[in-house]
């Protein structure tokens, strides 16, 4: 991966990505759901590999979310070893290219042995800076913001950034600019509910094993022609965005 661009990642924008259709893109090609997850990392590897040079500087991706543990206990073995992989295999190539990954939702209910090779995968790149790679597994944005309500019980005079902090856990992480969502599904489904606030919406009908490089330049190609204006009348940069007293 060549990356050319050098400018701190919280100055870029924050994509959040719902990666959905790996189980529709198998079944119509008369595979396994597995091999729709499979294909849907090598879309992971097309995506994070183009974000950088796109102005990408965050990127949030759902893997898996807090009601996925409903599906069949094949699925949820099949997946979870498909993360165990994924943090095995990419690490390497992840501090090659100045990737921070960090893995976001809840880590106790996880296989033994995945919250372990999580917190190996987070610090061997913990030092890169060309972008943040957002891994959401047993995660659920109300369970995120419940927690956070939990924790906020004991701050004396809070604010929304400092509630964002208790939320995300990452003190000034920039708010979602773009949330993208494949398969043609047109739904939240619990995913950066309080980080996505202004966030604008992108949804296509590219199923998720199929997206790549180009996909990602067109969502951001239709984000840049909108206006944002986050409530008032003008366009506004979110770098510029007042906190309103309220
Ligand atoms: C949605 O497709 C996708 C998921 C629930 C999992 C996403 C997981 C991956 C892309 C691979 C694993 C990730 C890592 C980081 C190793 P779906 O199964 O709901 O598709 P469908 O709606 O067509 O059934």
Redesign the pocket.
């Known amino acids: 991966m060549q990356s050319n661009l050098s400018s701190k990642p919280q100055s870029k924008l924050h994509v959040g990505i719902i990666?959905?259709?790996?189980?529709?893109?198998a079944?119509r090609r008369q595979l396994s759901?597995l091999r729709?997850?499979e294909a849907?990392?090598e879309?992971?590897r097309r995506v994070v590999e183009a974000a950088p040079d796109q102005g990408v500087g965050t990127l949030t991706?759902?893997?898996?979310?807090s009601d996925?543990w409903r599906r069949p206990k094949a699925e949820v073995t099949a997946?979870m070893a498909?993360?165990r992989?994924?943090l095995a295999s990419e690490v390497e190539s992840l501090v090659r290219n100045g990737v921070r990954l960090t893995v976001i939702g809840r880590r106790d209910r996880l296989p033994n042995g995945i919250a372990d090779a999580i917190g190996r995968a987070e610090a061997a790149t913990a030092k890169g800076d060309v972008l943040h790679l957002r891994?959401a597994?047993d995660y659920s944005a109300r369970d995120a913001i419940l927690k956070a309500a939990a924790n906020a019980a004991s701050e004396g005079d809070l604010t929304r950034e400092k509630f964002s902090d208790l939320i995300t856990g990452e003190p000034g992480l920039r708010d979602v600019d773009l949330v993208i969502r494949t398969?043609g599904?047109k739904r939240l489904s619990d995913f950066l509910l309080w980080e996505s606030a202004y966030a604008e919406l992108h949804f296509t009908d590219r199923?998720?094993p199929d997206f790549g490089g180009e996909d990602l330049a067109e969502a951001l190609a239709s984000f840049h022609g909108r206006e944002r204006r986050f409530g008032g009348l003008q366009p506004v940069s979110p770098e510029l965005t007042p906190e309103v007293a309220l």
Do not use: K, P, Q
């Open positions: 990666m959905d259709g790996n189980g529709r893109w079944t759901r729709g997850h849907g990392v879309a992971i991706l759902y893997a898996f979310s996925n997946l498909l993360l992989f994924y891994i597994v398969s599904e199923m998720w």
